[in-house]
């Protein structure tokens, strides 16, 4: 924000105190990228101006209230009436053609621009959304088995995107593109794939349908379901609470929020586990040693009684807590820091390169992370997506009490008790059946396997009784096969929290094949979710997909549906036909 507000003031530094002015940022409704050159004119008047590199403008009106004209070649004109007091956002929308020999030209190298050249995104840039930041997405893209049979990547229980973009879509507001990880979205539901059998860990699925989205293509789901933990049998508790009081974590929704998310996650505790409470602004401090689950009023006393001021020193309060943590380890026991913040750490250590380096050092002690996101138009999601990744933790958007309920009450176990580390998923295609596949999301967590990232930045965690969902679109080979072809070969590796020996569980997958309306409810609204992904994404792989198509498919499959988490998934789909995606 003090980046835009600097533009401004230097745009305008000279112009005289009695002008009124309105100000705001143009972007593109579907890409939701800023745009440059817009025409912005004051209707019967001459005063107008053109939208900078970044789609800001400052344009004089003659009085307090006026209707302002906004043309770009290829877009539709719009009128707005404006107010000298106004912070404008306004969306254009693009012209569309029909489909000719030049739009699927353009489609075409859409593709390989947003297209992940490398396929692998460890280390990406980010992408500001006017104050909120978001490390950059490049989607997979199709790759020919022949050249590269093998995928991996890494599994988490990170599921933040989803109630991000749902924070979005109910204040009306246009999604981030790179706000949208597509196995986030897909994964914030729940599965009913059976457990795993007695004494196993983990637990493989997998079916094999056409694609509803590109009839000429397959898609393949895999799933990978984590043993539950009984209540009764889970591992002692040492947590810290590392808890951002800066000035801007003021606003109802970032610290009052967050004191009632952290309340429900209390009232969860037992006598065998301890909460020690660090809190930072300016500089970090104790809030509360270290103290039993049974003490709870004196835990919901520290927390109610924190209030919000100061700068953000994330670096030395991360310090600060890990040093805690690792003070009052508990050998097979949970040992959590858990922080919450909008991100926006400007003391110390502020990178996102800086904080990683951080956390991967920290991570070392045995200490899981979970990052727990909260706020708006300075939220830094990239920091905490990176600071998760790195730390061998998870990551959550809360943006309402019911979610705070979701994480720390319903999935209580699967948000805070891993059962499994370093999880990588490792498929090989056989190129004799598979002409190319493409990983629907997980850009973020693909490994290129001709080096050694995927042992370097090993995988991810996974809670107690967790179920991930992964998704390729295959292109087949041309002709038939038989159905008992194989397909691709299955290898999920893992460790044990307190094991260093890798564990593996395989299966082989076969070229038979259903059709997409025949598959098992959980199958198919697992595909709904990731099409919608594609379209807030506006996707070059969409194919014929839309928001109907995802409205339909979905509608058809919310199998049981116990806490109603499928039924709101609709009413977000319904506000997206809304709109022009």
């Known amino acids: 924000m003090r980046k835009f507000l600097l533009l401004l003031l230097l745009w305008g530094g000279s112009i005289q105190a009695q002008t009124i002015w309105v100000s705001g940022a143009v972007e593109d409704s579907i890409t939701h990228r800023p745009l440059a050159g817009v025409t912005v004119s004051v ?59 030049i739009a699927l030209a353009k489609a075409s190298a859409r593709t390989r621009q947003y297209s992940n050249p490398n396929y692998g995104n460890v280390g990406m840039g980010v992408n500001a959304f006017f104050n909120e930041t978001y490390g950059t997405t490049y989607e997979n893209r199709f790759t020919r088995a022949k050249v590269r049979p093998v995928s991996v990547f890494a599994v988490d229980v990170d599921r933040a995107s989803y109630s991000n973009v749902r924070r979005f879509l109910r204040l009306k507001e246009p999604v981030p593109v790179d706000a949208v990880r597509i196995e986030e979205m897909v994964n914030y539901f729940h599965y009913d794939y059976p457990l795993p059998p007695e004494g196993k860990t983990m637990a ?12 000429s293509h397959q898609l393949l789901q895999i799933a990978m379901r984590a043993k539950a933990l009984q209540t009764d049998s889970l591992p002692p508790s040492n947590l810290v609470f590392l808890i951002d009081v800066s000035g801007s974590m003021g606003t109802p929704n970032k610290l009052p929020l967050l004191q009632a998310a952290f309340r429900i996650l209390v009232n969860n505790l037992r006598p065998a586990d301890k909460v020690a409470i660090v809190t930072y602004s300016s500089e970090p401090g104790v809030k509360l040693q270290a103290t039993s689950g049974e003490e709870k009023e004196k835990i ?80 830094k999601d990239s920091k905490l997506q ?38 990588q998923t490792e498929v090989t295609f056989n190129p004799a059946v598979v002409k190319s596949y493409r990983l629907v999301g997980y850009e973020n967590k693909v490994f290129d396997v001709d080096t050694s990232a995927h042992e370097k930045y090993g995988g991810g965690i996974v809670g107690s009784g967790h179920c991930a969902v992964a998704l390729y679109e295959i292109m087949p080979q041309d002709g038939a096969l038989p159905a008992d072809s194989l397909l691709a070969r299955v290898k999920i590796s893992y460790r044990n929290p307190q094991d260093a020996v ?80």
């Open 43 to 101: 209707m019967n008047d001459t005063a107008k101006v053109l939208t900078n590199a970044f789609g800001l403008f400052k344009l004089g009106i003659p009085a307090t209230v006026a209707k302002l004209l906004l043309t770009r070649e290829g877009y539709h004109p719009l009128q707005i009436t404006v107010k000298n007091t106004d912070r404008l956002l306004i969306t254009l929308s693009p012209i569309r053609k029909a489909p000719d020999a």
């Open 204 to 215: 493989l699925y997998s079916r094999y349908t056409t694609c509803p989205w590109e009839p």
């Open 300 to 379: 919901l006393n520290a927390i109610d009684n924190l209030s919000a001021g100061g700068a953000t020193a994330g670096e030395a309060a991360i310090k600060m807590a890990y040093q805690i943590a690792a003070e009052q380890f508990v050998p097979n026991g949970n040992n959590r820091v858990i922080l919450a913040t909008d991100g926006d750490f400007n003391v110390g250590l502020t990178s996102d390169a800086e904080m990683e380096e951080l956390i991967t050092q920290k991570k070392e002690s045995g200490v899981l992370l979970t990052c727990l996101g909260f706020g708006m138009k300075n939220y």
């Open 386 to 423: 990176a600071l998760s990744s790195k730390g061998n933790g998870n990551f959550a958007y809360i943006d309402d009490l019911e979610e705070a309920s979701k994480i720390f009450a319903r999935e209580f176990g699967s948000t805070l008790f891993t059962v499994a580390r370093d999880v």
């Open 502 to 581: 890798l564990q593996y569980v395989k299966t082989d997958i076969s070229t038979a094949s259903s059709s997409f309306e025949a598959a098992p409810d959980d199958f198919r609204f697992a595909a709904s979710v990731a099409l919608f992904g594609m379209i807030l994404r506006n996707s070059a792989y969409r194919g014929c997909g839309d928001a109907d198509m995802v409205m339909d498919i979905a509608r058809k499959a919310l199998g049981k549906d116990r806490e109603g988490y499928r039924q709101e998934f609709l009413k977000l789909v319904k506000i997206v036909r809304k709109t022009k995606y």
